[in-house]
């Protein structure tokens, strides 16, 4: 009954990246390189947080929740593809096709709103540092995170709310490597001008709106950090360069899938690529070989494990 309300589609093909065995081979390749990479830079990340009593602080606990964030961003999408380039078998079921939608727009949301809160963390601990345990206290943290993860719940079943009642009767092949609003809409049997305005309007705006307030608040910092103390300038914009490199790689694709959301060339699906497998690599990178904290707690905890195992 409830596929029967859905869609006559009862699965969906889809076309990936290339239709060249020899291209899939050299993707297949290189996408499983970046998943393990992901993978590990990402549990390395949550590791050393979790465990390093040094590192138990309101910025290492926004960055260790947006490294697992990233690595549920990528593994939403990436093995499924990495299955589908071995085996060549392209489909996804109408269900897992709704379900992947669902869960990537409540991820989605969830990671705007943590870079919001860690702007706002790098905020305080810039312009006001005698004032940050005090404003952005353990219990804010939680509430943020908290705050971030219902945010992301919200707008993901707003956006599943638009196409539950849409009627699907073929064609059935989506020209990427997996599902989206964009795509999914596209292959409905019904009107959908008013609906790709709502996917615009909602997630198209959202990520504009997001993208600018982050770009406007590092803006703000600096000049805020330029007025009071020249010689913390540079020091500030090292700082907030690592942000901002992960914000633009980060809304780039959004806003292009989103806010033209229906493109006559297929580009959309290759920078889908810096969301799934460039950014995530990169947040571990920038956010651990950068920091001294971050080395020196792998450092005690590498030191810790071995001598464990001299122990044993």
């Not at 690595?71 to 380039?85: A, E, N, R, W």
């Not at 509430?143 to 956006?159: D, K, P, S, Y």
């Not at 899938?257 to 947040?283: E, G, H, Q, R, S």
């Amino acid at each position: 009954m409830y596929e029967a309300n859905y869609s006559e589609v009862s699965e969906f093909v889809f076309l990936g990246l290339s239709t060249s065995r020899p291209v899939q081979h050299v993707l297949l390749t290189f996408s499983t390189v970046f998943y393990v990479t992901i993978v590990l830079g990402n549990l390395l990340v949550v590791f050393t947080v979790t465990f390093d009593s040094h590192l138990h602080s309101p910025m290492y606990f926004l960055l260790a929740n947006l490294s697992f964030m990233d690595l549920c961003f990528s593994t939403l999408t990436v093995p499924k593809m990495i299955s589908d380039l071995y085996s060549g078998q392209n489909t996804i079921s109408f269900q897992g096709c709704v379900i992947q939608i669902f869960v990537l727009h409540v991820l989605g949301g969830s990671e705007m709103v943590l870079l919001i809160a860690m702007a706002l963390d790098r905020y305080v601990a810039i312009c006001k540092p005698l004032h940050y345990l005090t404003i952005v206290s353990p219990c804010m943290c939680i509430w943020l995170l908290v705050g971030a993860w219902l945010i992301g719940l919200i707008h993901a079943v707003t956006q599943v709310a638009f196409i539950v009642h849409l009627h699907f009767c073929g064609p059935s092949e989506i020209d990427s490597f997996y599902c989206d609003l964009p795509w999914f809409i596209k292959l409905a049997c019904t009107d959908t001008y008013k609906l790709e305005f709502m996917v615009t309007a909602n997630s198209g705006f959202i990520s504009m709106g997001t993208f600018f307030l982050l770009i406007f608040s590092y803006i703000f910092i600096l000049v805020t950090v330029w007025k009071h103390s020249s010689g913390g300038l540079s020091k500030a914009l090292s700082t907030l360069s690592a942000h901002v490199t992960v914000v633009v790689l980060f809304f780039g694709p959004c806003i292009f899938v989103y806010v033209w959301p229906f493109p006559t060339v297929p580009v959309d699906k290759f920078l889908a690529l810096l969301d799934f497998m460039i950014t995530p690599i990169l947040n571990p990178a920038i956010y651990t070989l950068r920091n001294k904290d971050m080395k020196m707690a792998m450092r005690r905890l590498s030191s810790q494990l071995l001598s464990l195992r001299k122990i044993s």
